[in-house]
């Protein structure tokens, strides 16, 4: 016989209410189920108005982060068994504002996403006759684990930084800043250090490191802070002593 | 582009990271356990005067001193900060940080050009 799970999901309907409130849904709990088979089990049997955001349900789109039971995960990669006998507690991530149920606020990040140019700058485009930008495995290694962010932002709920400072860029965004900064095809290093070299770029980060705890795909942002304000630190240094020399 | 001061007071807190961890875990070994056991011999008063004499011995105490200071203003700063969270004082509270580790660095300057 399948056991059963109680889920307590966090609701907000604006058009309906003025103030969040739990809804329990109990679920069946299939051995092979995540918590987002749950949610879809919800919305299919039970509560058809339940709002949650999904697609890939492997870990890739990094469309499905919530909270549960405090933590943030992405919820097509949690087993709903671990949780057993439950209850288990869903709410939306934290630190970004709610739009209805589970679905979370983003412009905030994405807009601080594309100051920062995550793309390879060019100050000349290659013709095309002159051939590709060649890369060594060595220069792909330099960045790729930073390329493997899938922009979920369980980093920016796990950040105490950023639930604090709300203007702080935050890990994802200066990861993938990185991302760039460290490929050799690109020339955008000086234009990005203008949004992250500011105060409220690296310099609020004071090194919790949940980010890189919760992070799904390794990719550390807590390091990719660090190496940028080492990096940071020598320009500053460099630019104070001869300011006659070009930044990096 | 605003210059941000963050990285001359990051890089202190950073050097004064290394200092203090490699040095005064040694220092305490020494001063706290290693000679009140006697598993060194205690060096005596003029020895270590002797000792104090030397420029670089003075030099290297000021280092490990200004900059453990200084560790500790940034990383007691953003503890007040954060855990705090009283941003409004912000100035106020890097005044009182920093400013403290440069006055004891002054003061072990003073102190030690004194000997």
New interface residues.
């Given amino acids: 016989m399948v056991s059963k799970i109680t889920l307590e999901v966090f609701r907000y309907r604006p058009d309906q209410e003025t103030q969040p409130s739990f809804d329990s849904y109990e679920v069946p709990c299939e051995k092979d189920w995540v918590i987002l088979d749950a949610l879809n089990y919800i919305k299919d049997q039970i509560d058809g108005t339940l709002s949650y955001r999904w697609s890939c349900r492997m870990g890739v789109c990094g469309s499905c982060g919530m909270m549960v039971n405090g933590e943030p995960v992405l919820t097509c990669a949690t087993f709903l068994n671990k949780f057993l006998p439950g209850p288990v507690k869903i709410e939306p991530l934290e630190h970004f504002p709610v739009v209805r149920d589970l679905i979370i606020e983003m412009s905030d990040f994405i807009g601080k996403l594309q100051k920062v140019k995550p793309w390879i700058v060019r100050k000349e485009e290659k013709s095309l006759e002159d051939g590709e930008y060649i890369q060594t495995p060595e220069q792909l290694g330099d960045y790729k684990q930073y390329s493997m962010c899938i922009n979920c932002m369980l980093c920016y709920s796990a950040c ?2 950023y639930g ?2 709300p203007e702080f860029v935050g890990p994802a965004v200066i990861a993938l800043a990185q991302r760039y900064n460290l490929d050799s095809r690109d020339q955008g290093k000086g234009e990005r250090e ?1 949004i992250l ?3 409220d ?1 690296i ?1 609020q980060c ?1 090194f919790v490191g949940e980010c890189s705890e919760v992070c799904p795909e390794n990719v550390d942002p807590a390091g990719a802070i660090q190496r940028y ?1 080492v990096a ?2 020598n ?3 460099k630019s104070l002593l001869m300011p006659w020399g070009k930044s990096e | 582009m605003k210059k941000s001061s963050e990285p001359f007071w990051w890089a202190l807190f950073g050097a004064g990271g290394v200092i203090s961890a490699l040095f005064i875990p040694v220092i305490l070994f020494i001063q706290g356990l290693a000679i009140p056991l006697g598993w060194i011999e205690s060096p005596n008063y003029q020895h270590l005067y002797q000792l104090f004499g030397s420029p670089v011995t003075r030099l290297f105490l000021l280092a490990l001193i200004s900059l453990s200071l200084l560790h500790w203003a940034h990383r007691f700063r953003f503890t007040l900060y954060d855990g705090l969270q009283v941003k409004h004082l912000n100035v106020l509270i890097a005044i009182f940080c920093y400013g403290g580790a440069i006055l004891g660095s002054l003061a072990a300057g003073y102190y030690l050009w004194l000997i």
Avoid: F, I, R
């Fill in positions: 105490p930084v604090l400072e203008e070299s500011q105060d770029g310099w004071t304000k940071a630190t320009n500053w240094w």
